[in-house]
Structures are given as structure tokens and as C-alpha cells.
């Protein structure tokens, strides 16, 4: 037996890509959930339009990027010879980015404080454009990370809706590197459910099958598409 013919699980490749898509399609199924209840965000970031292509040519259609200076410097040329292509924001927003940001993107998985959020309600009535959002949950509560604690997601949450006015879709979750990922993922499924919120943005390349057994909506799978940055 050669292994020529097997697919790399890393590397920047439709092959790659294909081969996060069946490991997608067999979480789905040990879990007995539709892989249509999972979206893969292909995650971009640091990747320039070369690298980029070749991924959308082999079909994928949902893309994150982390910093809306880089999205807004490579993507518009891309969204218009691809008009069918979402893109996602799973990088911290600043205030004086939400302009650019609601402009840009399809998704903000980056809520994560009342600035934020006021600064989003008043671009989206402006530009009339309603990307699906989701507050980020800071679940191992680290102090350089961002979103909100766990303790206060259920006041923030409410004060999204109440105050601001913003539909919230979803909770998106980044564990600590050095943990177990499915006490984070378990914990974050727990506040949306408490919430009646329904996506969960949770699982990246080392851990998104862990993720979907969790009842991740949302995976955010980087470097086993594209390879290492
Ligand atoms: C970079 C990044 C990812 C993807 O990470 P990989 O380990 O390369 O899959 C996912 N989520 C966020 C928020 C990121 O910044």
C-alpha cells in the first residue's frame, strides 16, 4: 500500500479542503446532525487572493477573515468576481472600524462590549445592512482575550436587544490554548441555550469535529486549509 494518493490533512490545497469536509461530513454523523447544520468558514487571514482562489474554485463559498483593514484591502476585488461569497469577521472590531465592518461583512463574531455594540446599531440603520451577529463569550476568562465573561453574558445579551436594538444570532467562543477545548464548547452551548440563541461559532483546525459534537453551527478552520501562517 502507498499513501501518494491520500489527501493531506494540512497544506494549501482543494485537497486540504477536501479533506476538512469529510472529517465536517463524519463529525456530523457520529453526532446524527446534517451536515447542513454545520458551516465551514474557510479562514483567510495572512492568505493573499493566489491562495485564496483555488479554494473558492473548489466550491467553498464562506470565508473569515480576523482584521477588517487586511479583508478590506484583499476581498472587494474577490466579492465582485465571486459575488456569491460570505464573508465573516472573527477578529476583535474596534469602534471606529464598525463603518467598514457592517460594509464588508456577511458576520461579526466579535460582540463583546456596549461601544460595540452602539456603534453597530447606528451603522447598520445607516447602511440599511444587517450582518448576522454573535457575542463573543470569553469562557476561560483570560485577561488579554476579548468577550464577556460568562457571568455577565446573560445581562450583555439582554442589553444587545434591550438597549441597542441588535439581533443577536449567535455565541462565538476562542478556548485557552492550553486546555481541554469541550468544557469552553459545552459551557458556551449552555449560555446560547439559556439565551434561545441558536448558532454556536465554535472550533478550529485542532478542534472543530470536538466543536460539532458540541453543537457547533459555525467552525473557523484555518491553517488545515491553508496551510501554516
Ligand atoms: C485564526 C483564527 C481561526 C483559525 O485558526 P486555525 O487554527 O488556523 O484553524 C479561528 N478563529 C479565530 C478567531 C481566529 O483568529
Same mark, same amino acid.
Given at each position: 500500500?502507498?499513501?501518494?494518493?491520500?489527501?493531506?490533512? #494540512?497544506?494549501?490545497?482543494?485537497?486540504?479542503?477536501?479533506?476538512?469536509?469529510?472529517?465536517?461530513?463524519?463529525?456530523?454523523?457520529?453526532?446524527?446532525?446534517?451536515?447542513?447544520?454545520?458551516?465551514?468558514?474557510?479562514?483567510?487571514?495572512?492568505?493573499?487572493?493566489?491562495?485564496?482562489?483555488?479554494?473558492?474554485?473548489?466550491?467553498?463559498?464562506?470565508?473569515?477573515?480576523?482584521?477588517?483593514?487586511?479583508?478590506?484591502?484583499?476581498?472587494?476585488?474577490?466579492?465582485?468576481?465571486? +459575488?456569491?461569497?460570505?464573508?465573516?469577521?472573527?477578529?476583535?472590531?474596534?469602534?471606529?472600524?464598525?463603518?467598514?465592518?457592517?460594509?464588508?461583512?456577511?458576520?461579526?463574531?466579535?460582540?463583546?462590549?456596549?461601544?460595540?455594540?452602539?456603534?453597530?446599531?447606528?451603522?447598520?440603520?445607516?447602511?440599511?445592512?444587517?450582518?448576522?451577529?454573535?457575542?463573543?463569550?470569553?469562557?476561560?476568562?483570560?485577561?488579554?482575550?476579548?468577550?464577556?465573561? +460568562?457571568?455577565?453574558?446573560? =445581562?450583555?445579551?439582554?442589553?444587545?436587544?434591550? #438597549?441597542?436594538?441588535?439581533?443577536?444570532? %449567535?455565541?462565538?467562543?476562542? +478556548?485557552?490554548?492550553?486546555?481541554? +477545548?469541550?468544557?469552553?464548547?459545552?459551557?458556551?452551548?449552555?449560555? =446560547?441555550?439559556?439565551? %434561545?440563541?441558536?448558532?454556536?461559532?465554535?472550533?478550529?483546525?485542532?478542534?472543530?469535529?470536538?466543536?460539532?459534537?458540541? %453543537?457547533?453551527?459555525?467552525?473557523?478552520? %484555518?491553517?488545515?486549509?491553508?496551510?501554516?501562517?
Amino acid at each position: 500500500m502507498t499513501k501518494a494518493n491520500v489527501a493531506p490533512v #494540512t497544506g494549501r490545497s482543494p485537497d486540504a479542503l477536501a479533506a476538512v469536509e469529510a472529517e465536517i461530513a463524519r463529525a456530523c454523523r457520529d453526532a446524527q446532525r446534517d451536515r447542513a447544520s454545520v458551516t465551514l468558514i474557510a479562514v483567510s487571514k495572512t492568505f493573499a487572493a493566489d491562495a485564496i482562489i483555488p479554494v473558492i474554485a473548489a466550491g467553498q463559498r464562506v470565508f473569515g477573515e480576523n482584521r477588517v483593514q487586511e479583508a478590506k484591502a484583499k476581498w472587494p476585488a474577490l466579492t465582485s468576481a465571486y +459575488p456569491d461569497v460570505a464573508l465573516h469577521l472573527i477578529g476583535p472590531l474596534q469602534s471606529n472600524k464598525a463603518k467598514e465592518a457592517v460594509a464588508l461583512f456577511d458576520a461579526i463574531h466579535s460582540v463583546d462590549r456596549p461601544s460595540i455594540c452602539q456603534a453597530l446599531a447606528k451603522e447598520i440603520e445607516s447602511q440599511n445592512r444587517h450582518p448576522q451577529l454573535f457575542v463573543q463569550i470569553n469562557t476561560g476568562e483570560e485577561p488579554q482575550k476579548a468577550g464577556i465573561a +460568562p457571568g455577565e453574558a446573560d =445581562a450583555f445579551i439582554a442589553s444587545c436587544r434591550d #438597549t441597542y436594538g441588535l439581533t443577536i444570532s %449567535g455565541l462565538m467562543c476562542i +478556548p485557552p490554548v492550553d486546555e481541554p +477545548p469541550a468544557a469552553h464548547f459545552a459551557l458556551t452551548a449552555k449560555i =446560547a441555550a439559556r439565551n %434561545g440563541l441558536t448558532n454556536l461559532s465554535m472550533g478550529m483546525s485542532a478542534d472543530f469535529a470536538t466543536a460539532i459534537m458540541l %453543537g457547533a453551527t459555525h467552525v473557523r478552520v %484555518g491553517s488545515a486549509i491553508f496551510g501554516h501562517r
